[in-house]
């Protein structure tokens, strides 16, 4: 192996008299590193902005992941094989596919440009609460009246791992949002409870719906933003 920086190229080519088959190949990446002791209890999860084409991660040995796209982040939860404590080593290896493959896009017809291989954008790790928020996707209505009120719609994804899920005791869930202006004042507040319906470390989506009064439009002569804040809640615990 030798040590390289992300974003990477499996290899460099010339400007011109260029071969397409030159970058087409199997590659491999390995990163070292040791888990924290403070990380147990939480989940850690690697992420890869970009990688192509077709790429399996593994984690001391075991894959993880196979993603068939270089175009689309992927992420895997790795808590499971990690060795806890600054004495251990842990290993992320990366098998990279960069040939082309007409069922991967964007093969399959005339493709004018390079699509190299590797590794070309960023990876990281992320140390998450057992219960904690994936993603929140927010859409807007209202935005065509003249009334000055607009409703929010948010599509919250969150992953369960409490113990406090089981038949006996679900926990006291709770999904709290505020919206704030561009000046930090909050405008606006709404909570929702609920209950998970999956197993535990099963993703779970709640929808909320909020309307916000005297809302300003956001447009290139007065860009108007404001802040949605969302958080979880097992308990009336953080």
Known sequence: FEHVRIPHSVIEIPYNYIDENAYQ???CY????????????????????????????????????????GYTSFSADITDELDFGSGNVNIIAVRLNSREDSNIPPFG??????????????????????????????KTSGCDTASTERTLKT???????SD?????????YEIRQSICDSDGRTIMKYSQEWIPFHMKSEEQTVETSM?????????TKTPVLYR????LYLDGNK
């Open 25 to 27: 190949m199997i590659s």
């Open 228 to 231: 949605c804040i969302t958080a």
């Open 109 to 138: 017809k005339v493709v004018d440009y390079l699509t190299y291989g590797g590794i070309y954008r960023g990876i990281y790790l992320e140390i998450e609460e057992n219960d904690h928020i994936n993603d929140v996707f927010i």
């Open 30 to 69: 390995r990163k070292k590193f040791a888990a924290a002791e403070a990380w147990a209890g939480k989940r850690i999860f690697v992420t890869v902005d970009g990688a192509a084409q077709v790429a399996e991660l593994y984690v001391n040995g075991v894959s993880e992941i196979i993603h068939s796209n």
């Open 164 to 172: 406090a899920v089981d038949q006996n005791n679900a926990g006291r």
């Open 155 to 161: 599509t919250v994804k969150m992953r369960i791992g």
């Open 211 to 219: 309307t916000v009064a005297s809302a300003s439009l956001w447009n």
